[in-house]
């Protein structure tokens, strides 16, 4: 099938579809007399699985280790570890987000105390100290 017809069938840009080639990621891509591309059936099979690795947070490397030659055929334990391992990484990402919106949160509301008799100058250096950073110059 052809890059523009692989393109609809997938929703995935024909830009896209040549990078992945370019990186080695869609094979078997044949060359035309008239010099179009020509992607097998699986190509389609293949794309979605790529686009929802990235989606998942899969870098292309880490996407290129996994695939294996025939898409049939999957080591289980490698795929298993490097999903698991994924999401272990989201779970550390999720932690550090929520404390640097508890962090935020916290700054936000020390900056809105702002006692009604001092100005901005004096509550930035309220809220420094607060932090403990005294040597502001």
């Known amino acids: 099938m052809k890059?523009?017809?692989?393109a609809r069938r997938?929703?995935?840009a024909a830009s896209a579809i040549r990078f992945y080639?370019?990186?080695?990621l869609l094979k078997g891509v044949q060359r035309l007399a008239n010099g179009y591309r020509d992607y097998p059936p699986e190509s389609a099979t293949l794309l979605s699985i790529?686009?929802?690795?990235q989606r998942a947070g899969f870098t292309l490397d880490e996407i290129r280790q996994l695939l294996p030659?025939?898409?049939r055929h999957?080591?289980?334990?490698?795929l298993m570890a490097a999903l698991q391992q994924k999401v272990s990484d989201i779970e550390a990402l999720q932690a550090r987000l929520t404390q640097n919106r508890e962090h935020l949160q916290n700054l936000i509301a020390l900056i809105n105390?702002?006692?009604?008799?001092?100005d901005c100058q004096d509550n930035a250096a309220r809220v420094l100290a607060s932090m403990g950073?005294?040597?502001v110059e």
């Not at 890059?3 to 692989?6: F, Q, S, V």
């Not at 790529?50 to 690795?53: E, R």
């Open 113 to 118: 105390a702002r006692p009604d008799d001092i």
């Open 69 to 71: 030659q025939d898409l």
């Open 10 to 12: 997938t929703g995935v």
């Open 50 to 53: 790529l686009s929802g690795a």
């Open 21 to 24: 080639e370019a990186q080695g």
């Open 133 to 135: 950073i005294t040597n």
């Open 3 to 6: 890059i523009g017809e692989l």
């Open 74 to 78: 999957w080591q289980h334990a490698e």
